[in-house]
Each structure stands twice: as structure tokens, then as C-alpha cells.
């Protein structure tokens, strides 16, 4: 397996780079910094040309900020990154990560050993929140595989088929790229989680995050707080129905 590592970074987010700088040294494998789309400094063509509302069923009810259609631009270039470098597998990583566990290495060692062409191996920041089988085991670190996985994009293990699925999958796209990497009925991608837990974020720390949250009235947050819940059983439900016929 050649494994190489991609940090997205943000240039003008520079209390954040010697983080970022500090992270690709401690990674056990060649690393870069892969400058982040800013979309706060993207046009509004380029934006709607990016991202287009209602193209999956469950339709994804919100709105998307500049900046996560910038974030998710930057996982694109990331993916683009694994095929453009011709390696088997690229670790994710963005620059509010911390490593959390002496463990750390063995866990993302032991995951480019397991990982398929075809998978992702998602490293959470909590152990709750994904109910899941055990779908292997190596070197005393579990691979789980959600029903559905959880959100966040903090740091993933992208096989190289995987890479090309997720590509192929979101020339065009209506939600966040956490989200999207949900549907596995879409982009055909398996996605896996890593047990134990070894990392953190640290945006808090580095200023804050650079994900703009937008402002909500009580009647817009009390809709969101609806739609959740009913946006997450129609994913896990797909991807059950997708994993079936799969087997």
C-alpha cells in the first residue's frame, strides 16, 4: 500500500498553520498541506454551478453557507489528489486535528492495511452515535460499519476506487460534504469507522471554527431541529436497502 497524507489547510486561516505544520510531521506518512477552496472568495456563479438544491432523494432541506461549499470543493481537490498522486489510499486530515491517543499510529497504520480500493475509513472524535456491526478486526483495532456514519470530516483513510466513486458522484452536489459521504447508495463507497477513538479538534483553540454558522431565528431553528431527525432515518434506510442488494 502507498499511502500518502493531504492536510487541508486554509491560507488565511494562519493562527492554524503551525498546527497544521506540527500534524504533518507527526503523521506516519508523507504529508502534505493542501491548500483549502476558500468559498467566502468565490463568486456567486461559481457557487450555483457547484451546488444545485433537491438532485438526491431524501432532499436535503437547508441551505448551504459559502464556506461548505468551499469545504466541500477542498475534499474534492483532496480525492482529485489521491488519483492525480497514483497511490492506493490518502489520509484526509484537516488542520484542527489533534492527535488524542498514543495509539494513534498503530490505529492509522493498521487502517491502511485493512482498507479496500472501494472504502473509507472514517476517524471519529467520539465513540457514540453509530450503531453499527464489526465488519473486521486488525492488530486490536476494530472497523465498524455504521448504518449510518456519522457526521464529520475531521480525518478519513480514502481508498483509490473510493476516490474516484466520490469524484464521479459530486460534480454537482446539495449538501455538505459530511453528508453526502452518508449516502453510500450514491457515490457506491463503503464507508467504515476506526475504533479506538485517537484524535481531537482543536478549533476552539486555533480560533474558532471556519465554518461561518449561520444566524437562525426561533421558527427557522425549530424547522431544523424537525427535519434532522427525518432527513436521518431516510439515509439510514437507503443505505440498509443499498447494503442488501450489495451482498
Request: proline fraction near 6%; glycine fraction near 6%; charge should be positive.
Amino acid at each position: 500500500m502507498t499511502t500518502n497524507a493531504y492536510i487541508i489547510h486554509l491560507e488565511r486561516a494562519v493562527s492554524r498553520r503551525p498546527q497544521a505544520v506540527l500534524l504533518g510531521q507527526s503523521l506516519p506518512f508523507p504529508a502534505e498541506l493542501l491548500p483549502a477552496i476558500d468559498g467566502k472568495a468565490m463568486s456567486h456563479e461559481a457557487i450555483t454551478t457547484a451546488f444545485r438544491r433537491g438532485l438526491h432523494s431524501p432532499k436535503y432541506p437547508f441551505d448551504l453557507l459559502a464556506s461548505e461549499v468551499g469545504c466541500f470543493l477542498s475534499h474534492r481537490r483532496a480525492w482529485q489528489s489521491i488519483l492525480d498522486d497514483g497511490i492506493d489510499a490518502g489520509l484526509i486530515v484537516e488542520d484542527d486535528v489533534a492527535i488524542a491517543s498514543p495509539e494513534f499510529n498503530a490505529v492509522v497504520r493498521a487502517a491502511a492495511s485493512a482498507i479496500q480500493p472501494d472504502e473509507v475509513i472514517r476517524f471519529p472524535l467520539r465513540e457514540r452515535g453509530e450503531s453499527r456491526i464489526v465488519a473486521r478486526t486488525l492488530g486490536g483495532v476494530q472497523f465498524l460499519e455504521p448504518r449510518l456514519p456519522g457526521l464529520g470530516m475531521q480525518m478519513q483513510l480514502v481508498g483509490r476506487e473510493a476516490a474516484r466513486r466520490l469524484l464521479d458522484a459530486s460534480r454537482t452536489f446539495d449538501r455538505p460534504v459530511d453528508s453526502f459521504l452518508q449516502m453510500q447508495w450514491v457515490h457506491g463507497s463503503r464507508v467504515l469507522s476506526a475504533r479506538p477513538v485517537v484524535i481531537r479538534e482543536i478549533d476552539a483553540m486555533l480560533g474558532g471554527t471556519v465554518i461561518q454558522n449561520k444566524q437562525m431565528g426561533f421558527v427557522e431553528k425549530a424547522y431544523h431541529e424537525l427535519q434532522r431527525p427525518f432527513l436521518r432515518f431516510a439515509v439510514r434506510s437507503a443505505n440498509e436497502t443499498w447494503r442488501r442488494r450489495a451482498a
